[in-house]
């Protein structure tokens, strides 16, 4: 099992552009979240999902738009990037349907926006 | 308003020396408390978890100890490795109103040879 993925990595983006960030998990989990985590600062949920078709806002979801179109897939967008918007975001995801669950994470994608 | 302190910011220690890192949370009601371990460049993963009923865990050399009164937690790690530089998260889950989960900050550990 390759756990949870995302892509890409790392991104540039320049003040305005969009972009979609994408994370795929192969545990047949119900629960997926977006986290992004800035210095000094612990992780803050943006967005998460309960199932297929569903989604919620988080902490902090301004900015940032999700869809959950398959179970294993969840997506996070930026309609316009913001220098505020650089960060290092983080998807999870869950079995058990309470977020209190541990959690498993990807590797994390980089967004610097200039 | 919820929240999760962490203590020291950053470590260094010796390999083969124990450390304690410090965890106080105001978050209330109380689910339960999460250590994380996160690489450099990696998503965290989960060491331990304690439930309010809970006062210790161990997982290999990483001992977690829980006081739900002083709402206070520990993660001791014994004989450290230079593997276990790190990233360490403490997390806790608000019960009720969809289990939130509250995150510190981190202690960065250093462990040198």
């Known amino acids: 099992n390759a756990g949870v993925t995302q892509t890409p990595k790392f991104r540039v983006l320049k003040t305005g552009q969009s972009m979609t960030l994408l994370c795929a998990q192969d545990?047949?989990?119900?629960?997926m979240y977006w986290y992004r985590q800035d210095p000094g600062m612990g992780l803050r949920l943006i967005h998460y999902s309960v199932g297929e078709g569903t989604t919620a806002k988080g902490e902090v979801p301004d900015g940032y738009n999700v869809s959950r179109l398959k179970k294993q897939n969840f997506l996070l967008g930026l309609e316009s990037a913001a220098p505020s918007q650089t960060s290092v975001y983080f998807c999870?995801?869950?079995?058990?349907?309470?977020?209190?669950?541990?959690?498993?994470f990807g590797p994390g994608t980089r967004l610097t926006v200039l | 308003k919820n929240q999760v302190e962490q203590s020291p910011q950053s470590l260094i220690i010796l390999e083969g020396k124990n450390c304690t890192l410090q965890?106080?949370?105001?978050?209330?009601?109380?689910?339960?408390l999460r250590w994380y371990k996160q690489d450099t460049g990696r998503g965290p993963v989960s060491l331990t978890i304690m439930t309010f009923s809970e006062n210790t865990k161990s997982n290999g050399r990483y001992t977690a100890t829980l006081d739900a009164d002083t709402k206070q937690s520990s993660l001791h790690i014994t004989a450290s490795q230079l593997s276990d530089s790190a990233s360490y998260i403490c997390?806790?889950?608000?019960?009720?109103?969809?289990?939130?989960?509250?995150f510190g900050a981190g202690t960065i550990l250093r462990v040198k040879s």
């Open positions: 545990m047949n989990h119900e629960y």
């Open positions: 997390v806790v889950s608000e019960r009720g109103g969809g289990n939130k989960l509250v």
């Open positions: 999870a995801s869950s079995y058990v349907g309470r977020m209190a669950d541990t959690q498993y």
């Open positions: 965890c106080n949370y105001t978050v209330s009601p109380f689910s339960n």
